[in-house]
């Protein structure tokens, strides 16, 4: 293999293994931040329920203040009703006192119905509020588990770089630009090797990247190792090599 993709080749590998660490380092750094947004939503459901119990009760307390003026009225209408001088007089003050009973009877079964609501409620926010503790607790088992493992990855990143950079002296300063740019571009993959199908020839070229078709040239070209030279892919762009196998067909 020429000397130009033996060091590209080389590059790659630490390439690989260095955006791997950074997959991790990510992974990790995120994990922290993610835990706290649970702990907040758990806070917000536990303050949302809090809310809603609240204003249930501040409603059943209305209903039941309404509900004490109905029944002094019924009481007023009670002494009305034995000072009636005529039987028109009393049924119109009986009607009163019935239609104001029926009233009484329904918000009564309504605060019946909020108060067990109430009580559902509450029950809902005494697990929300242990569902927080909970994930409290985890953010510490977390937090104290990314310390040493953010500190392990960060300790593999550092000596990572510096084999990429001792790596990269050997690479012509325009052709690392590209392989720095694919590499972006393809999490760490900017390299694909050719695979060569078919038992004989014509064979059948393929971008080991993209599964695109390629020319018989790239390969012609590779499997001469004197030309030293830096072929791409039409179609992904990805900097090309021959696998030693297949520059043996």
């Known amino acids: 293999m020429a000397k130009i993709l033996e060091g590209l080749l080389n590059l790659q ?4 293994q260095l955006t791997l660490v950074k997959a991790k380092l990510k992974t990790r750094q995120n994990a922290v931040a993610f835990q706290q947004r649970r702990i907040e939503q758990a806070q917000a459901d536990h303050l949302a329920l809090q809310d809603k119990a609240t204003q249930r009760r501040k ?3 209305g209903l039941e203040l309404d509900l004490k003026t109905k029944e002094e009225q ?3 209408y009670r002494i009305a009703l034995n000072t009636a ?3 028109k007089e009393y049924s119109a003050i009986l009607t009163q006192i019935n239609t104001i009973k029926a009233d009484n009877a ?3 079964e309504e605060v019946l119905r909020i108060r067990v609501e109430i009580d559902s409620v509450g029950a809902e926010a ?3 509020a242990q569902q927080v503790l909970h994930e409290q607790e985890r953010l510490k088992e977390v937090q104290a588990t990314n310390t040493a493992e953010l500190d392990k990855l960060n300790a593999m990143h550092s000596e990572l770089a510096a084999k990429r950079q001792e790596a990269a002296k050997d690479v012509a300063r325009d052709i690392l630009a590209t392989f720095d740019r694919l590499s972006e571009q ?3 993959e900017a390299m694909a090797a050719i695979e060569i199908h078919g038992k004989r020839p014509p064979f059948e070229y393929v971008c080991g990247g993209c599964y695109m078709g390629l020319n018989a040239e790239h390969a012609n070209a590779l499997s001469s190792p004197e030309l030293d030279q830096v072929r791409t892919c039409d179609n992904c762009g990805r900097i090309l090599y021959l696998p030693p196998k297949a520059a043996k067909k």
Do not use: H, P, S, W
């Open 13 to 16: 590998t630490i390439e690989r």
């Open 59 to 61: 409603d059943a307390d």
């Open 74 to 76: 019924v009481a007023r």
């Open 85 to 87: 001088k005529t039987n």
């Open 106 to 108: 329904r918000i009564e």
């Open 126 to 128: 005494q697990k929300a």
């Open 186 to 188: 393809y999490e760490g």
